[in-house]
């Protein structure tokens, strides 16, 4: 098969939700009706043998939440998908920003109890942000639930954009029967059970409507009413108006029962966009210019998205995940690290069933490939076969929240640093060395970061450490036009300055006054509350 024609095959998705909508149970789901995996976990049996496929870290097993993104490849009707699970707890908001800057298309999973929540709604921003097609899923029919009418009104104020019903549901909760096919024009017969598939489920055409409902009475008369309503008031399916996320279609189901799901893994292959073009930026005497990158180029570039450190408690290893934006990656290939024009030999690179990884023969465009390494390779790092150019848009929010670190036992001094610049590297917190000597300092974006960097630094890196409430409450990057305005700067704060994981220079204040009086009296410095901006700026300088 051509390159092209490999690229085309490809899907890649993130399924985004608030916490406890059940997409974690889709995830498993999806992975099930494609072959992938055999059996799925139940996600709420946390002391059970069996988790959830996706959540493999020790601390998502004992609180039964994802806390980290993972990565998930499956094949289904010849198309490669890639599947990419976010942790849906705010507090690890900046893991699923970034998530979504490597993906084509978003899975919006919605509870039909509580329609759309605060953490969709911050998570559908970041999908508008960069224009991001967004397939909706309303889970949970099989429960005491609101009206879809209601459902679809919230879904379409949220998201700005009309919604198309794919599916409809007839009745809910004891009373659900099931749910109407817009574009098959039969209703597919709910049963109860998380052993059941899809050739399992009864399917009646529209055409035998005396039979539906001699079965399925009132319900099934209020549903084709209210389906009327719906499809009356929402435009006709535009395939170009959603790929340009002006349209949300709309699916309903029970992800804990398999009912449902076969509809949204068919649409992902039907309706949700292949590989698309990715900008990239290329700084030409000392002026940033953008470039267009075609998914198709022979070129091979790449952008690591995620870290992870410890994904094999046996190894210690560290990977980095790498979405791939143009070309072909094949072992053994020459590859650069843009940031620091280094090579990059990874030990090996794998594709992912979770935890489970396979040897990479090779990779295509959109396709999320694990390169192993000891170091050398941060978030945001755009990885090519030696074409100079650096992709942009990798999110790093300034930190509300900080904490002092203390180590119980000095002798572990060592296992701490190590422990706190792979953390930091990773981004599962960011952490400041303060110039002028002292604790290391822990920045996040919510409380439960803090939990977690404190449970993995004990039982990843054997150190027992405290925290406790430090000055800070929030920090900025900062740049300058000139060397030698840095260094005024600098010399004007020393107490305040301090460095990140990637070593860029940050101002640490106690108040939101501190940045305005020390923007007023240095205005020729420049305050960033994006890591990535403040990248670019030094870059430019």
Not at 326 to 335: A, H, R, V
Request: with cysteine.
């Amino acid at each position: 098969m051509s390159h092209a024609a490999e690229t085309r095959r490809r899907r890649t998705f993130a399924i985004i939700s608030h916490p406890d909508a059940g997409k974690t149970t889709l995830t498993e789901k999806l992975l099930l009706f494609s072959g992938a995996i055999q059996i799925a976990g139940s996600v709420k049996a946390r002391k059970a043998s069996r988790h959830a496929t996706s959540d493999w870290m020790e601390i998502e097993k004992q609180r039964g939440i994802s806390v980290a993104s993972s990565v998930m490849q499956m094949v289904y009707r010849d198309h490669v998908i890639n599947l990419l699970d976010t942790p849906g707890h705010k507090d690890f908001s900046e893991d699923t920003y970034r998530v979504l800057t490597a993906v084509d298309s978003a899975l919006m999973v919605i509870d039909a109890a509580n329609g759309v929540e605060a953490q969709t709604r911050r998570l559908i921003e970041v999908c508008r942000q960069r224009d991001t097609p967004i397939i909706t899923f309303v889970n949970k029919m099989d429960r005491e639930v609101r009206d879809p009418l209601d459902i679809l009104d919230e879904v379409e104020r949220e998201l700005g954009m009309p919604c198309v019903p794919m599916t409809w549901p007839v009745g809910q909760g004891k009373r659900f029967g099931g749910i109407i096919n817009l574009r098959t024009r039969a209703m597919t017969v709910f049963q109860a059970g998380s052993e059941k598939r899809p050739q399992d489920f009864e399917v009646i055409p529209l055409t035998e409507r005396d039979k539906l409902i001699a079965r399925f009475g009132d319900a099934f008369i209020a549903a084709e009413e209210s389906m009327e309503l719906a499809v009356g008031a929402s435009p006709a399916w535009d395939h170009d108006a959603f790929l340009a996320a002006k349209q949300t279609p709309v699916f309903f189901g029970s992800g804990v029962n398999n009912f449902g799901v076969m509809e949204v893994l068919d649409a992902l292959v039907d309706m949700a966009p292949a590989p698309r073009p990715r900008t990239s930026s290329v700084v030409v005497n000392k002026e940033v210019r953008e470039q267009v990158i075609q998914p198709e180029d022979n070129t091979f570039a790449g952008v690591v998205f995620k870290v992870q450190a410890n994904m094999d408690a046996n190894h210690r290893d560290r990977i980095a995940f790498v979405r791939v934006a143009s070309g072909k990656y094949t072992p053994g290939m020459k590859l650069k690290v843009q940031r620091t024009s280094k090579e990059l030999r990874p030990t090996s690179v794998v594709t992912f069933l979770s935890q489970r990884r396979e040897a990479v023969d090779e990779a295509y465009a959109g396709d999320i490939i694990g390169f192993t390494t000891h170091g050398g390779v941060q978030l945001g790092d755009t990885i090519t076969d030696g074409a100079n150019l650096q992709f942009t848009g990798l999110p790093f929010f300034a930190p509300e929240m900080f904490m002092t670190v203390v180590l119980k036992n000095p002798l572990r001094t060592k296992q701490l640093q190590q422990g706190l610049a792979q953390l930091g590297e990773e981004g599962a917190i960011q952490v400041f060395k303060p110039d002028a000597g002292g604790n290391m300092l822990l920045g996040a974006v919510g409380q439960l970061q803090f939990e977690v960097v404190q449970h993995r630094l004990k039982t990843e890196y054997d150190c027992d450490i405290r925290l406790e409430g430090c000055q800070y409450t929030g920090a900025r990057w900062i740049s300058a036009d000139t060397p030698q305005q840095l260094r005024e700067f600098e010399n004007a704060y020393p107490l305040r300055m301090a460095h990140d994981a990637a070593d860029a220079l940050a101002y640490l204040c106690s108040s939101p006054y501190d940045v305005r009086l020390a923007q007023e009296r240095f205005p020729k410095i420049h305050f960033h509350p994006l890591r990535e901006h403040a990248g670019l700026a030094l870059q430019g300088a």
